[in-house]
């Protein structure tokens, strides 16, 4: 062996002083704007809004249709656009074009406007998570003994927005209350979060960026290649459970906020309840970790929706406090866990090459729940039952999904 090449040999790596867990939790805040705020804080506004507009239960679930409309454009042109230019780039264009939708939601009262608004954000949104979600598993990637953590700790940053919506929007609604549309002013708070969750987001794009610009070199080091592909046929059931989480979770996180206000629950009681929820979207970061590590299968997926689907069910069956406030903690420290669980699924069975394929898959069957959802749970709402059985529906369709994913194999 040559002399050089036999010192290289023997020559230590240098330390990796990346660091992982802070660069997570910036890059969650992506997390936070796109589905935290952008999604949910929908769920907020809908009273006031119904209220001031005199909306249907049926309108105002469109509205979370359209923008799950706009989730869905978004992520079909994903894939296109990665080819194009780097998750980087697409992430933080979609975190400012999502931010400029929220405000621009502000100054319309007409319902055909308000709707296209919610599709755009949806479009950005979409860009936004799921490239976040990508660049997570990344990082994952190079501390696979963290990678569970890691990928949790990104998607938890939906639980800051959560509360970052139920402590602005109350607040607000009060100052602004006695002018004329007054939830228009909770909007262009919302947006001036966003923007501040933007903006720190700088740093780990910047920092992410450069570790894309190493990673051809790296894969050419790394020796003969994986030819795994990603393929539909091989994740048919990991698909079809996800699409019913889809069609489950948002008809609670659209809603429920209605329900809690037609039992009678006081608005400090709301906002208790929205930032708990929020607060154990953060936690479950650190609470399925291990599941998602473990399981190469369908079966974290199957559990975290069987999970959902008790949540989602217990507002439906009763108004006693204590049981509210545990569907909402439940529910909060499992839903953003079902995603992080089909992103943790692509990882194990794919090669790193084929990532952006599966999660854009997953991503557009997430999507194509979220249509049905939101418009079928207000259609039900507007009938006999209230929405009460709304909910009902969204727990079996969660239930249905988790017997789906129960039968994925890993492959």
Not at 169 to 184: D, N
Not at 268 to 278: E, I, M, R, S
């Amino acid at each position: 062996m040559p002399r050089s090449t036999l010192s290289a040999a023997l020559t230590p790596e240098p330390p990796d002083r990346t660091p992982y867990v802070r660069l997570a939790l910036a890059l969650s805040l992506g997390a936070a704007v796109s589905l935290g705020i952008t999604r949910f804080a929908y769920g907020l506004l809908l009273p006031p809004m119904r209220d001031d507009l005199g909306w249907s239960y049926t309108l105002a679930g469109a509205m979370n249709t359209a923008n799950a409309v706009g989730y869905l454009i978004g992520a079909l042109a994903m894939s296109w656009l990665l080819r194009r230019t780097s998750p980087t780039r697409v992430l933080m264009a979609g975190a400012l074009f999502a931010t400029l939708f929220m405000a621009a939601s502000g100054f319309f009262t007409s319902a055909g406007a308000l709707m296209g608004q919610r599709a755009l954000a949806g479009v950005a949104s979409a860009l936004v998570f799921s490239t976040g979600g990508l660049l997570a598993a990344r990082l994952g990637a190079r501390q696979p003994a963290r990678s569970g953590f890691l990928l949790g700790l990104y998607y938890g940053g939906t639980g800051l927005g959560i509360v970052a919506s139920a402590l602005v929007v109350p607040l607000v609604l009060q100052a602004a209350r006695g002018q004329a549309h007054a939830w228009a002013w909770a909007w262009w708070a919302l947006a001036l979060v966003c923007a501040l969750a933007t903006a720190l987001m700088v740093w780990p794009a910047r920092v992410l960026a450069r570790h894309e610009a190493a990673t051809p070199a790296q894969a050419a080091a790394a020796g003969t290649p994986d030819r795994r592909v990603f393929r539909l046929n091989d994740f048919a059931f990991g698909l079809l459970g996800y699409a019913g989480f889809g069609v489950g979770y948002i008809g609670y996180m659209t809603f429920v906020i209605a329900l809690l206000r037609e039992q009678g629950a006081s608005p400090g009681a709301v906002t208790a309840f929205y930032a708990l929820l929020g607060v154990a979207v953060v936690a479950s970061s650190r609470i399925w970790a291990g599941l998602l590590d473990r399981h190469r299968n369908g079966r974290a997926l199957a559990l975290l929706n069987a999970l959902l689907g008790v949540a989602a069910i217990l507002p439906a069956l009763t108004s006693a406090w204590p049981l509210v406030m545990a569907s909402g903690l439940l529910f909060g420290g499992v839903f953003l866990s079902v995603v992080a669980s089909t992103t943790a699924l692509v990882r194990h069975n794919l090669p790193p090459s084929q990532w952006a394929a599966g999660i854009s898959a997953f991503t557009v069957v997430f999507a194509a729940g979220q249509i049905a959802g939101p418009t079928v749970v207000g259609l039900i709402a507007d009938g006999a039952g209230g929405l009460a059985r709304g909910l009902v529906f969204s727990a079996v369709a969660l239930w249905a999904g988790a017997a789906l994913a129960w039968r994925q194999r890993a492959l």
